[in-house]
């Protein structure tokens, strides 16, 4: 697949998540097979007015990319204003997001609810591409109710507003992230556009991912919610069976949260994604509770490392 110049060496893309595609858990998911990689949802108001929150989550290093950052936002003016100073970045493309579901973002006019404002969405677009060189993306769903399925129609205003690419969720709006995925629909996004097309939604495997592939001949996928505690999904291989297999992810993981990140302001959320390595995991529980129980981030490195000590050393319960 190709975004704009940039060619693409695997069909599969890490999808933006808000709280979790940090720098580390980018890089991971790279370094596992993921042929491109989207930071969490950035305010175009925090990039404008500079704040600090939305400014440490531009941090990028070489080694990512490549690399899109996406915004979110319902002002035009602003969007623009924000594509610009991503522009100065060392990353491969901007996404809009107009497919976020979730309440507060769809109050402020932004997410999905733009699939409801075409020409608002048309004009933040066109905006944006006006105000940098990078590849754009959008990201969408197939409509807003079951009665109200607009994505080919939008696909096809994006495409000609300068979209790059179009990323479309296989729910609606009313949907949330329940129900099943509409494939069918994503395809009929496919066949209404010229420009490249990722289908989204319940893809839990590196097989499920091929799947959706063939069924909707969309040019890549892009998996979000399952990637986490499972980068492995990334690649032919898939998670490993047992929990020696899983440590060394996890490990490299804890090591990219340790080099990047204030650790024992980020311990909360880094226990939640360690215990999701293991989430299903049979025999596991005695580690699960472990993780959840160290009160600091070398308390919890120091569980990781003598579990890992204790796997390479081929002790039985592994």
């Given at each position: ?10 069909p599969f ?35 404008v007015f ?21 915004l ?8 623009g ?26 109050q ?25 060189n ?33 990323t479309?969720?296989?729910r ?20 209404a ?35 986490l ?29 340790e ?6 302001l ?12 293991f ?35 081929g002790?039985?319960k592994?």
């Open positions: 697949m190709y975004l704009g110049p940039l060619q693409l060496d695997s893309i890490l999808a933006p998540l808000a709280g979790y595609t940090d720098l580390p858990f980018r890089l991971l998911c790279r370094e596992h097979g993921a042929a491109l990689v989207y930071s969490e949802m950035l305010s175009c108001h925090g990039l500079r704040q600090k929150n939305t400014l440490e989550m531009l941090a990028t290093v070489g080694e990512e990319r490549p690399v899109a950052m996406q979110f936002g319902a002002e035009p003016e602003f969007m204003e924000a594509a610009a100073y991503l522009s100065q970045l060392p990353i491969d493309a901007i996404d809009i997001n107009m497919g976020c579901p979730v309440r507060k973002v769809i402020k006019g932004a997410g999905c609810a733009l699939m409801r404002q075409p020409k608002l969405a048309e004009e933040i677009i066109q905006k944006v591409r006006a105000n940098t990078l590849p754009v993306t959008v990201k969408i769903r197939i409509g807003w109710t079951h009665q109200e399925i607009t994505g080919p129609e939008f696909a096809k205003m994006a495409e000609g507003a300068g979209a790059a690419a179009v479309v969720h296989g609606t709006w009313s949907d949330g992230f329940g129900g099943t995925v509409n494939r069918a629909a994503i395809a009929q996004v496919k066949k556009v010229a420009i490249p097309v990722i289908g989204n939604g319940d893809i839990h495997s590196y097989q499920e991912g091929l799947a959706m592939l063939a069924e909707t001949g969309c040019d890549a996928v892009m998996i979000g919610r399952a990637a505690g499972n980068p492995f999904i990334f690649g032919p291989a898939d998670r490993p069976a047992t929990v020696a297999g899983i440590l060394p992810a996890l490990a490299r993981h804890l090591h990219l949260i080099r990047f990140c204030p650790v024992e980020v311990l909360a959320r880094t226990k939640n994604q360690a215990g999701r390595y989430k299903g995991q049979p025999g596991s529980s005695a580690l699960r509770k472990k993780i959840y129980e160290a009160q600091s981030f070398p308390g919890l490195k120091g569980v990781i490392e003598d579990y890992l000590s204790e796997s390479e050393a002790c039985e592994f």
